[in-house]
């Protein structure tokens, strides 16, 4: 039979290791593969010794489990506050709960659905819980031995507006996974505008230096610097020439650059 955790071992906050995970050694595995069926699954947990009864994983919870103290549905959902033992001051939110709580005092419309704002239930369980502060003050003044009773109600209704806020949650989820969305999107067609702009402006680039390449080969050519009009000098004016060309080009682009830089 399994050995009873030590105290306080489930519901501490941060628990130690569970005291059976001892018992998985290679020995205990290799003894375990040979008590296995026929089909390959691991026998009932029931029906091996003491130290392979760990071995077997658990069946899945059935209701609720606790871990850290505390506990979880299954499947997982948001419990009621009648599940939690508190008595809830606002009408069921939704017919699961509505039906679960007896129809609010009076039968449940299954054709028609419940439509309760939260928003108003939230400002009257407000109202009360500064009704009852007041009258706790009251109580206070004059019997203070009697502040028991105030002081739960004033943590029911707490409980209640607590529970209450919570339902939101999902809603809350929902539109803060559509806005981040949102922003991702818009980063990305900030992105691509910007890639665009910055291709239209290499283009433009591209096509000034084009256009400045075609410019000094007009002046180069027209001043008699161009190799057509060298005709058959070579050596040292050949040499000149093409220099006095490689100049005016790379002056003309200098100057293309600048004025659209500027």
């Not at 291709?199 to 027209?222: S, T």
């Amino acid at each position: 039979m399994p050995q009873e955790p030590p105290p306080g071992a489930l519901s501490s906050a941060f628990p130690p290791p569970p005291t059976y995970y001892t018992h998985f050694t290679e020995e205990n595995l290799a003894a375990l593969k040979s008590h296995c069926l026929e089909d390959g699954t691991l026998p009932p947990a029931d029906s091996l010794s003491d130290p392979l009864y760990y071995l077997v994983p658990p069946p899945p919870p059935d209701g609720s489990y606790r871990a850290f103290g505390e506990e979880w549905m299954v499947p997982e959902r948001y419990p009621s506050l009648e599940e939690a033992g508190i008595r809830q001051l606002y009408p069921p939110t939704s017919m699961a709960a509505a039906a679960a709580n007896g129809g609010w005092g009076g039968g449940v419309d299954k054709g028609k659905e419940l439509t309760v704002d939260r928003t108003i239930e939230l400002r009257r369980l407000s109202k009360s819980l500064l009704l009852n502060y007041l009258e706790l003050v009251g109580v206070m003044g004059m019997a203070p031995e009697q502040f028991h009773e105030k002081t739960a109600d004033l943590e029911t209704i707490l409980f209640n507006m607590h529970h209450l806020i919570n339902e939101y949650r999902p809603h809350q989820a929902r539109e803060t996974l559509c806005l981040r969305m949102e922003e991702q999107l818009e980063r990305t067609r900030r992105e691509a505008e910007e890639n665009r702009r910055v291709v239209a402006k290499v283009e433009d680039i591209l096509a000034g230096l084009e256009r400045v390449a075609k410019q000094a080969d007009a002046i180069c050519g027209g001043d008699g610097l161009g190799t057509g009009g060298l005709g058959g000098v070579v050596g040292e004016e050949k040499v000149d020439d093409g220099v006095a060309k490689a100049r005016v080009r790379d002056m003309e682009a200098w100057e293309a650059l600048v004025g659209m830089g500027g």
